[in-house]
């Protein structure tokens, strides 16, 4: 997770919570008296029965806003949390960093009571749905083919979970891959590119040609006329999932 202390020095301006996506999450962890955040980074989306936050990263825990959760610098493959430590667990678009997924898996159902809320995406419907990485960063794409965790092998892991889709809104306030769908002209902004971590670790120079075309293709008006479609869309599926696993 060393990655996240060069990448997560933007995450303050560029990651927001969204309220809409926060809604949806906040649903899904249910009535729990107390949840646990594995690989909490700056905090987003975090409920307010939040009574700990696991977070590799010194750089992303030093932008945890005053009053956030307490928090502790450790793994998901090595919580230093007992047994049934809380009735809900969650881990938000943490899972493709884990060095050893189905530890971290099984500590997050050791540590949970009642239920694991894990927020993830398919890759298969993520590289046929979404404009740019099928038409102008392939490259970024065969990144996240190498460390995308297929949503049902994960609910395998997890002993079954129902898999809950998670629309991304047009004016997405959290900058992750998708969230600029509808703003092309976002993903030109190398800050913007800097908190979008399939984009940060695939490197600029993979990247070149492909920001280069779309730069082209927004300043001669060619995107607006193919993907004329999504213009009219308040949001779009472009594979975000929740699993949501009861114990």
Known sequence: ?????????TYGRTRQPDPRIAAQIH????????????????????PS??????????????????????????????????DNAADTVMALLTVHHWSDLGAGIAELRRVAR??????????????????????????????????????????ALLGGARQVPV????DCTDGFGAAFWRRPHAYLDAQVRAGISMLAQTGED???PGLATLAEDLATGRWHDRY????????????????????
């Open 114 to 155: 009642r239920r694991v809320v894990v927020l993830t995406w398919d890759q298969q419907v993520f590289r046929e749905r979404f404009w740019l990485v099928r038409d102008y960063l392939p490259q970024a794409a065969a990144f996240d083919d190498a460390r995308a965790v297929p949503t049902d092998r994960l609910a």
């Open 228 to 247: 004329a479609d999504l213009l009219a869309l308040d949001s779009i599926d472009v594979g975000y999932r929740l699993l949501v696993a009861d114990a």
């Open 49 to 82: 029965q939040t009574v700990l936050a696991v977070e590799p990263s010194h750089v992303m825990l030093g932008q945890r806003p005053p009053g956030a959760a307490p928090a502790v610098c450790a793994v998901a493959e090595q919580l230093p949390l007992r």
């Open 27 to 46: 649903a899904a962890l249910g009535e729990a008296a107390d949840v646990i955040n594995v690989g909490a980074g700056t905090g987003s989306y975090e």
């Open 206 to 208: 993979a990247l070149a």
């Open 1 to 9: 997770m060393a990655i996240y202390d060069t990448l997560g020095t």
């Open 167 to 170: 629309d991304v809104p047009h």
